[in-house]
């Protein structure tokens, strides 16, 4: 069974829709992160947390919001979509423990998402 | 800010020729490098790092050298293979624990 899942794996809505993506983990991690991936821009940052009551914009957070039920689960949410926010979206856990194995993030399957 | 840039693909390449994808970063202090690897359809997933300066990390025959001095982290492979076909993503975790990302090179070896 895959450490770091995601649902939906596919979705497609339309403009205005509220849609929330979810993702759960089993590898016992504290920190979780959401990025949205875009042809020629690469991974981007929206929101990231560090324990279940920390939650910190990343570097695209406008329009999108963040819930951390618990330590495994992470969602994001699109209160109202817009067809820019089209994209792939990734989740990622790391470990913040010490010496090295707090560098490396592991990522969930991805949630391609259409906005029409 | 902190910052990745990755040498723009996408890459093409013969079976058993040698691979560069150059990759430069800016960050303050002494941040962990890593290069992730994305097969089609997949997410993301780790394929080397090195936590400072000189380290070389090296996995599946690829290779990179942490150089303080130049700023880089270039991957190297000496002999591609069809199966190395995949985008790759040169990264950087810096002293906050933030983690910033290149655009992605996209590699494809024909036999």
């Known amino acids: 069974d895959a450490d770091v899942t995601q649902t939906p794996r596919n979705r497609i809505t339309k403009t205005g829709k509220r849609i929330m993506l979810e993702c759960s983990q089993t590898k016992g991690h504290d920190r979780m992160y959401w990025y949205r991936q875009d042809p020629g821009l690469g991974l981007r940052l929206i929101y990231y947390?560090?324990?279940?009551?920390?939650?910190n914009k990343g570097e695209i957070s406008d329009g999108y919001s963040v819930s951390r039920q618990a330590q495994a689960k992470f969602s994001l949410s699109l209160e109202s979509a817009i067809p820019n926010q089209t994209a792939l979206y990734f989740c990622?856990?790391?470990?913040?423990?010490?010496?090295?194995?707090?560098?490396?993030?592991?990522f969930g399957p991805g949630t391609r998402l259409t906005v029409l | 800010g902190d910052s990745v840039t990755q040498m723009e693909g996408p890459v093409t390449l013969s079976e058993e020729a040698f691979l560069t994808i150059n990759c430069t970063y800016t960050?303050?202090?002494?941040?962990?490098l890593f290069w992730y690897v994305q097969y089609p359809g997949e997410g993301l997933q780790l394929l080397l790092k090195?936590?400072?300066?000189?380290d070389k990390g090296s996995n599946k025959g690829f290779e990179a050298t942490y150089r303080k001095e130049t700023t880089s982290f270039h991957l190297e492979k000496g002999s591609v293979q069809v199966s190395d076909s995949a985008v790759y993503f040169c990264a950087l975790r810096n002293t906050g624990n933030q983690f910033y990302f290149g655009t992605g090179t996209s590699l494809t070896v024909i036999p």
């Open positions: 960050a303050t202090g002494y941040p962990s």
């Open positions: 990622a856990t790391s470990d913040p423990g010490r010496g090295t194995r707090s560098d490396t993030q592991y």
């Open positions: 090195a936590t400072k300066a000189d």
């Open positions: 947390s560090f324990d279940v009551k920390d939650i």
